[in-house]
């Protein structure tokens, strides 16, 4: 059994990650490298780093050492899991499976159908998001051994996640002056669908779900006047006559959000 970390490896070993997580937002490493540095912190059998793709709907894993499967749930499942609402309130930093509610556990096809079958015992899974509000993707860590109380490494991971969050944002990898948007099928659409700017196509997106101005709002860090505002443009841009044409619009474009 491996010797348990000192608090000073385990702050040195956050310095790797950090500087693994600015070599990936520039382009100049992989993300393979962030989780490399990451073992540092916290010794773990699996470990994931997703980023959320706003125009499918899913996340897309960039580096990672789950089976198939459980890659898998990441990408397609994981934010329709019941766990999910809580993981992603920015108010909470890493939610480790120690502290998951047994009834949410109950409730989890994540934890049932994945995490149970791999023999998990412990890790933590933590939203990463942009600067600006935005949800990016996510951190996925497991361990088949219960870990220490108290550890470190908790609020070190948490720590770490305006780094993490950077390495997964859209505009990971060599810099230009516009963030790149992936391009889905629609019409007039050579970068972005309908000519919507990056943050247009979030609220579009969270229009899909039925949210209002305020619920948006809460979840993208603005106002709701600025969400207004912003489905003002929306509308306008798309030539539609009100936010549910806009939602079915983006339905076709197979833009979606996190439920």
């Known amino acids: 059994m491996a010797a348990e970390r000192s608090v000073a490896e385990i702050l040195d070993a956050a310095v790797g990650v950090r500087e693994a997580a600015r070599g990936a937002a520039a382009g100049t490493a992989g993300p393979d490298a962030v989780l490399a540095a990451l073992s540092g912190v916290m010794e773990y059998d699996h470990a994931s780093l997703a980023r959320w793709d706003p125009l499918r709907g899913c996340h897309t894993t ?3 050492s789950y089976p198939e499967d459980a890659t898998a749930y990441i990408e397609t499942r994981l934010h329709r899991d019941p766990v999910f609402p809580v993981l992603r309130s920015p108010a909470r930093g890493g939610l480790w499976l120690g502290d ?3 009834r949410l556990l109950a409730a989890s096809p994540g934890f049932r159908e994945v995490l149970r079958p791999l023999g998990i015992e412990d890790g933590v ?5 942009a600067v600006d509000g935005r949800y990016v993707g996510v951190l996925n860590v497991s361990t088949r051994r219960p870990r220490c109380a108290p550890d470190p490494a908790r609020a070190v991971v948490t720590l770490l996640s305006e780094a993490l969050a950077e ?3 859209p505009h990971a990898g060599p810099r230009s002056e516009e963030p790149a948007v992936a ?3 629609g019409p007039g659409a050579a970068s972005r669908p309908g000519g919507l700017s990056p943050r247009e196509l979030q609220v579009l997106a969270e229009l899909t779900a039925g949210r209002t101005n305020r619920e948006i709002a809460e979840r993208l860090y603005v106002t709701p006047r600025t969400v207004g505002t912003h489905i003002e443009h929306i509308l ?5 006559p009100n936010r549910a044409a806009a939602a079915a619009r983006a339905a076709a474009w197979g ?3 996190p439920r």
């Open 167 to 169: 390495a997964v944002a």
């Open 183 to 185: 391009a889905v099928p």
């Open 62 to 64: 960039l580096a990672g």
């Open 236 to 240: 306008a841009k798309l030539d539609l």
């Open 125 to 129: 899974a933590q939203c990463l998001f």
């Open 255 to 257: 833009i979606g959000c």
């Open 100 to 102: 998951v509610p047994g």
